[in-house]
DNA sequence: TAGATTGTTAATCGATTAACAATC
DNA sequence: TAGATTGTTAATCGATTAACAATC
């Protein structure tokens, strides 16, 4: 957990140092971001000495140069390039959307049924094609976004395929392998939790003026 | 972050004790359920015993009493219901999807300017309606599928209406309050996150082979 | 210099795991 | 009974925080 969490992390310190830069700042103190993620000062200083990233011991951090350090560890080789399998309601909504702020673009779409030829451009392919096409484009990270019955099995295909990292919406979790790292975003589980954080809630605070 | 994360393992367990009881499956072992989860046993006979989830030394615990005991816990109220700010793409593939295998249902979305009056029988109304519905209909939940730049207003103007809980998928963390608490998913982050520890991998693989 | 902030070590905290006695 | 599994306590582990000396 540890490695994940920390590694989320420089992520967020870079997407916040790129604001606090495109608002005209060129020195930073672990005080300023751990507010603005939510984290403590010391956390900071203690992510940023284990990768290295000095400061000044007066002055903080200068902005540029913690940038230049977060893109060298975060391999910022341009735009990275990523597939979606499924060309269902979430496929189509991924493929529309726009993440070159995010540093990434989605290349193609694959299904065993392809809906269109394309769209916005972005080719949609039967699946038989999805191991040559990762092959040849060098792709490593993949979406998955089929239905619960179909995902399992999509997951050994797209990891046959040499996939290293895959995304999965489908509503169970999938394992990792050594091969290929899987991390699981289950958004009807989410939206539950929700619900009962709000009634566990409530029943406390009932609970709360019973006690008064 | 206990409290999340134990709260997320008891939907868990709800989820998998309902698969395990589709199998036919009468009793289980903490044992079993560890490996379905990937936690440990002990965690879920701690789980359990936390939650006066009681067990059988000899047989294990039996499904259904496990299953009732969850569902008064996790308040199992029939459907729930929740609403989706924002009619773009990620809107309409959230309204398109079915989530009553998840336990809830979106009954209405909002967007400033409604491109359509109705999508599959869900109505589309403009924002300054949000508030009225949200009491009339006793709405706790709501789904934030604007673009970046709306999102901060648009969290504010939910908690106003009296959402008690957001799901956030644009990509930036929005901060919760003690009235409304706020979970982000940030698609694009997880996706970055995928490249850098991919890209930590190979650089630990080609470390190892020149040790060699 | 005095003041402020980093870098780093020790303390804390909480979650998970291991171990084992209780007991069905 | 013997065997197996729970329930629970103690040990471990790791991440975060607090504190403070180093130093710009």
Redesign the pocket.
Known sequence: ???K??MLRLLKYKRMLLQFKSMGLSR????NLGDALG?????V??D??GFR?????????SVNSVLERLNSLLGDQGLHEAVIVGCGNLGKALINHDFTREGFRITACFDIAPPEAEIKRIPIYPMEILKNYVREHHITVGIIAVPFGAATQTRDIMEQAGLRGILNFAPLDLKSTPQCMVHNVNIGLEIENLFFLIHQQDKQRQQAEKDL
């Open positions: 957990m540890e490695h969490d920390i930073i103190f672990s005080n984290i403590s000062a010391s956390l200083r203690k940023f000495a990233i000095q400061g000044n011991r007066r002055g903080g951090y």
